[in-house]
């Protein structure tokens, strides 16, 4: 009976530590996306402010698409933005 709580044990320790590995990765996909996202929203207002500088009033606002757009696809998302509303000056 001893037998069986010991293999019992290993198995449950096993399993917790499979378990905060993949936390751990989850964690570190969350901080990314949220590091990209605040990135992407500061380059949005930076670009923003210097088009309407020059006298384009090609800009997008910073909201939870655009947010969400640059945090999940990044520098590419960023481009995205901007190609879009160039595409419709055009």
Known sequence: MEKYYGVAMIAVICVLILFIGAMKQKAEILTTFVLRAFAGAVGIYA???M???QGLEVVPGV???TV???GTLG???FALIYAILFYRLL
């Open 68 to 70: 969400l757009t640059v």
């Open 51 to 53: 088009l309407k500088s």
């Open 63 to 65: 909201n939870p698409v």
């Open 75 to 77: 520098i590419s998302g």
């Open 47 to 49: 670009v923003n402010g």
